[in-house]
C-alpha cells in the first residue's frame, strides 16, 4: 500500500563497508531522486532518474553510484562508507501533470545510515 | 497508521496576502516536525520545531508547533510571486525504523 517504499529503514555499518539502500514506488510517476538529509536538516539532491535515465546528477562522491532496473525502482549503492556518509537519505517520486509543470513530490520514510 | 495531513492542498493569492498553511499529524514517538519548501531541485529547509508554544520566525515566515492539538502552522506574511511553491510538512518519529512521515503539501501560488 505504501508509495514510495526505502528499505532498509535503518542502517548501521562500518566504515569501509559496501551498502545498498532500495526504493520502489507504486504510483506511476516517471521520475525518482534521492536526496542526503544533512545534521542542519537541509535536503540536497544527489541524483534524479527521468524513465530509467540519469537526469540530475550533483556533486557526490564517485563512491555513490544510482540504479534503475525500471522507472519505477531507484537503488543507492554507496562502496567503502565513511564516517561522513551517516545522514538519512530520501528516496522521492514525482510525476508532472499535464502541461502545467506542476511538481507532486511524493517521499519516501527515509533511510537513517549510520557509519561506525 | 501514522499520518501528516495539509490543508489546504492548494492556495492561489495576491502579492501582498498573509497566507496560513495547516499541518496536523497523528504519529506514534514525535520528535519534531519539518517544514520544507519545495523547490525546483530539493527542497529548502524552512524550520525545525520540537516544543508546543515557541514561535520560529524567519524574516516573513513564522511557525509554530502545538503538541497538545497535534498541529503546526505556518505563517507568510507580505507574500511575494517567489514564495510560490509546495510547502511539506514532515515528523519525525523517535523509534528505530519509522522515521519521517511527510504530508502532501500546501501548493501556493502568489500571483503578481
Known amino acids: 500500500d505504501t508509495a514510495v517504499s526505502q528499505t532498509p529503514k535503518y542502517l548501521v555499518t562500518q566504515m569501509g563497508n559496501d551498502k545498498s539502500i532500495k526504493?520502489?514506488?507504486?504510483?506511476g510517476h516517471?521520475?525518482?531522486?534521492?536526496?542526503?538529509?544533512?545534521?542542519?536538516?537541509?535536503?540536497?539532491?544527489?541524483?534524479?532518474?527521468?524513465?530509467?535515465?540519469?537526469?540530475?546528477?550533483?556533486?557526490?562522491?564517485?563512491?555513490?553510484?544510482?540504479?534503475?532496473?525500471?522507472?519505477?525502482?531507484?537503488?543507492?549503492?554507496i562502496n567503502s562508507l565513511e564516517?561522513?556518509?551517516?545522514?538519512?537519505?530520501?528516496?522521492?517520486s514525482?510525476?508532472?501533470a499535464g502541461g502545467r509543470g506542476y511538481y507532486g513530490y511524493t517521499f519516501g520514510s527515509g533511510t537513517r545510515l549510520t557509519v561506525v | 497508521e501514522d499520518k501528516v495531513v495539509q490543508s489546504p492542498l492548494s492556495l492561489v493569492v495576491h502579492e501582498g496576502?498573509?497566507?496560513?498553511?495547516?499541518?496536523?499529524?497523528?504519529?506514534?514517538?514525535?520528535?519534531?516536525?519539518?517544514?520544507?519548501?519545495?523547490?525546483?531541485?530539493a527542497p529548502t529547509f524552512l524550520f525545525m520545531l520540537t516544543s508546543s508554544g515557541i514561535e520560529k520566525k524567519s524574516g516573513r515566515l513564522s511557525s509554530i508547533l502545538d503538541?497538545?492539538?497535534?498541529?503546526s502552522i505556518l505563517n507568510i506574511t507580505a507574500t511575494q510571486?517567489?514564495?510560490?511553491?509546495?510547502y511539506l510538512c514532515a515528523v519525525d518519529r523517535d523509534n528505530y525504523g519509522q522515521?519521517?512521515?511527510?504530508?502532501?503539501?500546501?501548493?501556493?501560488?502568489?500571483?503578481p
Request: proline share 3%; aromatic share 14%; charged share 25%.
Open chain 1, 23 to 27: 526504493c520502489e514506488q507504486n504510483l
Open chain 1, 30 to 77: 516517471d521520475t525518482m531522486y534521492w536526496y542526503k538529509q544533512d545534521s542542519k536538516k537541509f535536503l540536497k539532491i544527489m541524483f534524479s532518474y527521468n524513465n530509467k535515465e540519469l537526469i540530475i546528477n550533483e556533486t557526490v562522491p564517485n563512491r555513490f553510484s544510482p540504479k534503475s532496473p525500471d522507472k519505477a525502482h531507484l537503488n543507492l549503492h
Open chain 1, 83 to 92: 564516517l561522513g556518509d551517516s545522514a538519512v537519505y530520501f528516496c522521492a
Open chain 1, 94 to 96: 514525482s510525476q508532472v
Open chain 2, 17 to 41: 496576502d498573509t497566507v496560513t498553511l495547516n499541518c496536523s499529524y497523528e504519529v506514534t514517538n514525535f520528535r519534531s516536525l519539518l517544514w520544507y519548501k519545495q523547490e525546483k531541485k
Open chain 2, 67 to 71: 503538541k497538545k492539538e497535534l498541529f
Open chain 2, 81 to 86: 510571486t517567489g514564495d510560490s511553491a509546495i
Open chain 2, 99 to 111: 522515521n519521517f512521515v511527510f504530508g502532501p503539501g500546501t501548493r501556493l501560488s502568489v500571483l
